[in-house]
């Protein structure tokens, strides 16, 4: 017959073996998370793309970057599923695209190779560049009704501070069009950024750059379902990525709380 003291004894010991028990980390919820989500990422995904490589990049993204995990699980989920979508992958050295986050959400945030692919695929571009300019290169152009533009980089000697930066496209049909922006022009493209101060911004500017003379070039371009998407999520919030699946429905199968956004234990 249990004693008083007995009952107290394994009390203890239990509180003891809780206390001690590792919990499951934030990274291991969100690894968890993707886990979970494959069959969802597999819908999002172009044929080619396996869902077992976004699962890893993933991974590695959170393991890389720690604070990807105290985020909600539904930003990461709707920030990886929108770059899965458009067939980028991101947190790779390609600098295609990037997982980044912002206060309590993940964020997607579209690297120039990551335009560059996407403008690509519409198949009536033949090429597509962003380029940065030094002080000493040979670099001239202008608007209007006879457009031109020339570079050409400094080789062999220091080629100075940055002068500016531009995209250029050349069409199938044999047309180009170009944007160039100097650093006033970057600066403010970039203030109006909501991860101005963190992320690619700070540590990756020169790419950062390049993809602002994208961006103000896309409109001149062959407008692709994906390039589209692209404008429109970049450097956005999004819980989940829409025409994927029903947000009710991938909350669902990925234990998500639609309510708060975290995984439900």
Not at 193 to 206: I, L, N
Request: with cysteine.
């Amino acid at each position: 017959m249990a004693t008083a003291d007995s009952v107290r004894e394994e009390l203890a010991r239990s509180k003891e073996v809780e206390r001690t028990q590792p919990k499951a980390s934030n990274a291991d919820n969100v690894i968890g998370l993707i886990n979970r989500s494959l069959p969802e990422i597999a819908k999002a995904l172009p044929g080619h793309v396996k869902p077992e490589r976004i699962a890893r990049i993933a991974t590695t993204a959170v393991r890389v970057t720690p604070k990807l995990a105290d985020c909600t699980q539904a930003s990461f989920l709707g920030a990886l599923l929108t770059a899965a979508q458009l067939g980028l992958e991101p947190n790779t050295p390609t600098g295609e695209a990037y997982l980044l986050p912002f206060g309590r959400n993940v964020q997607l945030i579209i690297g120039y190779r990551g335009y560059i692919k996407l403008a690509n695929q519409s198949g009536q571009v033949r090429n597509i560049m962003a380029m940065t300019v030094y002080e000493n290169d040979h670099f001239d152009y202008k608007y209007g009704s006879n457009p031109f533009l020339e570079h050409t980089p400094t080789l062999g000697q220091d080629p100075g501070p940055v002068k500016c930066w531009y995209a250029c496209a050349t069409f199938t049909n044999g047309g180009t069009n170009f944007v160039v922006l100097d650093k006033f022009k970057v600066e403010g493209y970039r203030a109006r950024a909501r991860s101005k101060d963190d992320g690619p911004w700070v540590t990756d500017y020169d790419a950062m750059a390049r993809k602002t003379c994208i961006r103000r070039l896309a409109p001149y371009l062959p407008m692709s379902v994906e390039l589209a998407q692209a404008m429109q999520v970049d450097e956005e919030v999004t819980a989940f990525t829409p025409g994927v699946s029903d947000p009710e429905v991938l909350a669902t199968l990925a234990g998500v709380d639609t309510g708060t956004g975290e995984v439900q234990q």
